[in-house]
């Protein structure tokens, strides 16, 4: 492995901290992207992690991808959608139509943080 490499690996923590401490964003719940990080995880590994953490995920298929909802099956707090590539996972988490922030998002970013690591 040559020594760029091995130094964006060793950044990589880096980047998952800072989106986890990143300001909430206002247009994040007009269902714009809040989260786009990839990750050496697999799809199924990252989700089953998210469904350990969090409460009310339900899960779908979309093709190749994994398509997970937080909250409400009818209005979901967050979509998380996780798409596998030659390295490992894509991962793009939206904020939903619903109200309410179940779980925060601080807690969101953070657990997503934890899952894709």
């Known amino acids: 492995m ?8 060793a950044a990589l ?3 998952f901290v800072a989106a986890c401490g990143s300001s909430p964003s206002s247009t994040a719940s007009n269902g714009e992207t809040m989260i786009y990080v990839s ?7 990252i ?8 409460s009310s995920v339900h ?5 190749e ?3 997970l909802s937080i909250g409400s099956r009818s209005d979901a707090s967050y979509f998380v959608t996780l798409t596998p590539n030659g390295y490992g996972s894509v991962i793009r988490v939206t904020h939903g139509a619903a109200s ?7 807690e969101m970013r953070f657990d997503v943080a934890r899952c894709t690591t």
Do not use: H, V
């Open 59 to 63: 899960e779908a298929r979309n093709g």
């Open 2 to 9: 040559n020594t760029l490499t091995q130094r964006l690996i």
């Open 100 to 106: 309410s922030d179940d779980p925060p998002e601080a």
């Open 13 to 15: 923590p880096l980047a």
């Open 65 to 67: 991808a994994m398509e």
């Open 39 to 45: 990750s050496a995880r697999s799809p199924s590994s």
């Open 47 to 54: 989700a089953s992690c998210l469904e350990d953490r969090l």
